[in-house]
């Protein structure tokens, strides 16, 4: 066992109760004012300098044992607006609210990776800035934490998330595109309600919403190429009033999901089009909104090395170290890291038989010495390659 795994394993009961904590209390995006002073006073305990951001989340940083570069790490601190059913002693005390995606582990585990890069700040030279980072769930929160400085000198970034149901333990990172474009639309349909038995002196709005439904599928099946991967979910459909009227609104509501920037930036004008073909093909009228909300991750080539280089000195066993592929799963505004300098993004599987976002999420606590030893590692290669090259 290395010296880095070693003292992951040291800290991991640290890393359990914060995360525990954090469970306990989760807090919507934008609103994590309880969790954001549990951090700042993890900062306190180990003596590392942190500023608070607004309105919440901090910015720290360790100093190694010269001056050098700057490498960043970051994990998300939201949680869900889902009721838990999981039954577990720790359990969310918020009803409504629950962390079903893993981000009270996340942070744990950049709390962990800090007592362990302070342990060794002899070993490098140069600075690691922790990022804890609010309203990863709306999109906002990356944005939030440039604009207010989060990558002032940074030349790389790096940030971890889980996946419940893989392996435990397996860590993996992939180059170039490695976590989808989301956006979410919503349609208004306005028809004419008449009496379900004279359909002709009323306008269907029903009608007119289901063939939308189908109608928006064929963007993936008829105008999107088989090789690219893109997804178009309708998660609503309200309709009506009574079994016996001619509903005169519908409303849709729904996300799109792919990996290239181009289609990501076209998908606003396709939906338009269809939406407003279909309504008019059905005498209706729509009202389309739609909200590019996180835009594609794409990994930095070299960082992606990092990780998979960092991944095989702290993994069990080597099998459990990958290149990953890219697959359809949730998107992450990591990406707006890597739109904005070089970054890279991590998976590491954790275990549960639950999906993420579901009220039984729950992960193999285990994971997080894989977890804050990743971080740790990979900052401290970065940024002793970074002094090796001069």
Request: glycine share 10%; aromatic share 6%.
């Amino acid at each position: 066992m290395n010296q880095i795994n070693a003292l992951a394993q040291s800290v991991y009961p640290k890393m359990v109760e914060v995360r525990r904590a954090l469970h306990q209390n989760p807090e919507p995006s934008m609103q994590e004012f309880e969790t954001t002073r549990r951090l700042a006073a993890e900062m306190d305990r180990l003596g590392i300098p942190y500023r608070l951001t607004q309105p919440t989340g901090l910015i720290a940083q360790i100093e190694g044992a010269a001056p050098g570069p700057r490498v960043a790490l970051r994990a998300d601190i939201d949680a869900l607006s889902i009721g838990e059913r999981t039954g577990l002693p720790f359990a969310s005390q918020v009803p409504g609210m629950m962390h079903a995606c893993g981000h009270d582990a996340h942070a744990a585990m950049l709390v962990g990776a800090a007592e362990i890069l302070m342990a060794c700040r002899e070993a490098f030279a140069g600075s690691v800035r922790l990022i804890f980072q609010p309203a990863e769930e709306t999109g906002q929160g990356a944005r939030l934490m440039i604009e207010q400085g989060a990558l002032e000198g940074v030349s790389m970034t790096f940030g971890l998330h889980l996946l419940a149901c893989f392996k435990p333990g397996w860590l993996s990172a992939a180059t170039g595109a490695s976590a989808p474009a989301a956006s979410r639309f919503s349609i208004n349909i306005k028809g004419k309600t008449t009496h379900g038995a004279r359909p002709e002196a009323g306008v269907d709005a029903t009608v007119a919403a289901s063939a939308l439904v189908m109608n928006l599928q064929t963007i993936v099946s008829r105008e999107m190429s088989p090789k690219q991967q893109v997804v178009v979910t309708v998660g609503q459909l309200h309709s009506g009033t009574r079994f016996n009227i001619v509903s005169g609104e519908a409303f849709l509501d729904g996300t799109v999901r792919c990996y290239d920037r181009d289609i990501h930036h076209a998908m606003p004008g396709i939906f338009e089009r269809i939406v407003q073909g279909t309504a008019a093909a059905y005498r209706c009228e729509a009202e389309l909104s739609y909200d590019k909300m996180v835009e594609v991750l794409i990994n930095d080539e070299r960082g992606s090395q990092f990780v998979y280089e960092a991944a095989k000195k702290v993994v069990e066993e080597p099998s459990l170290a990958t290149m990953g592929d890219t697959h359809m799963s949730g998107s992450d505004d990591f990406s707006e890291y890597t739109m904005a300098g070089r970054g890279a993004f991590a998976a590491l599987g954790a275990g549960g038989s639950h999906p993420h976002h579901s009220e039984f999420f729950d992960i193999d606590e285990s994971v997080m010495t894989v977890g804050a030893a990743y971080f740790a590692q990979v900052a401290m290669d970065y940024l002793n390659a970074a002094k090796q090259e001069g």
